[in-house]
């Protein structure tokens, strides 16, 4: 069965970029049928959506967050990453890379990675 | 503040049923049939509870069901079990370029 998993420093300072990674495992990330998203939430909030990535290379971003947000994608490595540039204290969150499927439950993340937790401070 | 309007809290003692709603407007929750229903224990990812507004991914209990009417969705739960216990999240496409909003959550506590 198809997991995520998220890595990456869990600390970050104030000004500099956040870069978190996803690798996808038990299934080929260059599949086609779905869209490769990263999702965060802060400590006792709710989710937030941050963007969207597909095999080829074709992104989606949140408006909110679009100015300061790069998602790319690796499909020798099977992994996508997340960089968040200018980070400050309120971009402290847990990070979940999932999927999120297309012609099947669309808009719909079905698989979710455990999540990683990003500390800004310095 | 959430572009989703769910409830903070709702309990029920087992074996009863809940409902949590989850308010959009005709741009996402009314004019499409993308809500999807997710369940976060403490320190855990989320799980997709329902999609496509009322559709069971397999292996969820049909115990959790889900439905619409106009711009509000509705997540219910029949016979509360302890395990229930958790906080719920609404999701749905947006014709914003935002693609998918999220409610603020809903804390499911069983007395």
């Known amino acids: 069965q198809v997991q995520l998993q998220e890595s990456g420093p869990g600390l970050v300072k104030p000004s500099q970029t956040l870069s978190l990674t996803c690798t996808v495992s038990?299934?080929?990330?260059?599949?086609?049928?779905?869209?490769w998203s990263w999702i965060r939430q802060p400590a006792g909030k709710g989710l937030e959506w941050i963007g969207r990535?597909?095999?080829?290379?074709?992104?989606n971003y949140n408006p909110s967050l679009k100015s300061r947000v790069t998602i790319s994608v690796d499909t020798s490595k099977n992994q996508f990453s997340l960089k968040l540039s200018s980070v400050t204290a309120a971009d402290t969150a847990v990070y979940y890379c999932?999927?999120?499927?297309?012609?099947?439950?669309?808009?719909?993340?079905?698989?979710w990675g455990q999540g990683t937790m990003v500390t800004v401070s310095s | 503040q959430s572009a989703l309007t769910q409830p903070a809290s709702v309990s029920g003692s087992p074996g009863q049923s809940i409902t949590i709603s989850c308010t959009g407007t005709?741009?996402?929750?009314?004019?499409?049939?993308?809500v999807s229903w997710y369940q976060q224990h403490p320190g855990k990812a989320p799980k997709l509870m329902i999609y496509d507004v009322s559709k069971r991914p397999s292996g969820v209990s049909n115990r959790f069901s889900g439905s619409k009417s106009g711009n509000t969705a509705s997540l219910t739960i029949s016979g509360l079990q302890a395990e229930d216990e958790a906080d719920y999240y609404c999701s749905s496409y947006t014709s914003s370029s935002t693609f998918v909003v999220f409610g603020g959550g809903t804390k499911l506590t069983v007395l």
């Open positions: 005709s741009s996402d929750v009314g004019g499409y049939n993308y």
């Open positions: 038990g299934g080929s990330i260059s599949s086609g049928s779905y869209y």
């Open positions: 999932a999927r999120e499927g297309i012609a099947a439950r669309p808009y719909a993340f079905d698989i």
């Open positions: 990535i597909y095999t080829s290379g074709s992104t």
